[in-house]
């Protein structure tokens, strides 16, 4: 149940940011078997550790030491989204914003490589601006 529940929460938000969803039965039933396996794989996990330490404590330790690196990886996923989110908007208005100058570059005879590089240039940049942004409000989500 908690799989399902987990499934409808994921496409309720990915609806409202108005990602584009496969509305397709199958895909949904895929999606909601793969969410339900991994939930018994974990649930399965969790007992089998739970009955080979047999002590509260044990088992407490054991917890955290398999969710510490859980957290790390949702505070740089977390990190790497707000970056890639920043990045790209950015670029995508230095993209607009810039249009009729890469096309004045174009006619004084500028290659595409030259301004595919250019841009590439700028994509990088923004892209370590970005993804440091990131890192930097993960960081502080994460306190």
């Given amino acids: ?6 499934a409808v929460v994921v496409y309720g938000l990915a609806f409202l940011l108005g990602v584009k969803i496969n509305w397709n039965p199958l895909a949904l039933a895929g999606v909601l078997t793969i969410v339900s396996l991994a939930a018994v794989l974990f649930s399965t996990f969790s007992l089998i550790i739970a009955c080979t330490v047999k ?20 505070a740089v996923a977390l990190g790497f989204i707000v970056g890639i989110t920043v990045s790209g908007q950015t670029f ?6 810039n249009l009729r100058y890469f096309g004045t570059l174009k006619a004084m005879g500028t290659t595409n490589r030259t301004l595919l590089q250019m841009m590439l240039l700028q994509a990088l940049m923004v ?17």
Avoid: H, K
């Fill in 1 to 6: 149940m908690r799989a399902l529940s987990q």
């Fill in 55 to 74: 002590t509260r404590e044990r088992f407490m330790g054991i917890g955290q030491v398999l969710t510490m690196p859980i957290n790390f990886l949702s």
């Fill in 92 to 97: 995508y208005n230095f993209t607009l914003d």
């Fill in 127 to 143: 892209g370590t601006i970005g993804y440091g942004l990131g890192v930097g409000i993960a960081s502080l989500c994460e306190s």
